[in-house]
């Protein structure tokens, strides 16, 4: 599995930013796929993600500005993220999960990306 992030950078308050991940093997692979933050001296915590039956998750802290979309012709993820704010600063971070069985045992074998920097600074 890779998962391969672009965009992020500097972004102003107010503002906007999109971040991309481009996923192999393909989307439709995946049990889940979408968005982790980290930000300094805080635990990795979900932004977005789509979940097992086309349903998405968001983090309170990005209802209404942040929106999750995946393209299967494209095999990509991206997070749109509007109305920036200075504590949206964090390493973000593609996730995707994959579900297997074995006898009566379920795993979540987890991957993720190597994350890109988001800073949100006038």
């Known amino acids: 599995v890779q998962l391969v992030e672009s965009g992020g950078g500097l972004g102003q308050p107010g503002g906007s930013l999109r971040l991309s991940c481009a996923t192999s093997?393909?989307?439709?692979?995946?049990?889940?796929v979408g968005w982790y933050r980290q930000a300094p001296g805080n635990q990795r915590e979900l932004v977005a993600t789509f979940t097992d039956g086309g349903r998405t998750n968001y983090a309170d802290s990005a209802k209404g500005r942040f929106t999750v979309s995946r393209d299967y012709s494209k095999n990509t993820v991206d997070l749109q993220m509007n109305s920036l704010k200075p504590e949206d600063t964090a390493v973000y971070y593609c996730?995707?999960?994959?579900?297997?069985?074995?006898?009566?045992?379920?795993?979540?074998?987890?991957?993720w990306g190597q994350g890109t920097q988001v800073t949100v600074s006038s």
């Open positions: 996730y995707a999960l994959i579900v297997t069985n074995k006898g009566w045992k379920r795993y979540n074998n987890e991957y």
């Open positions: 093997p393909s989307i439709g692979s995946f049990n889940a």
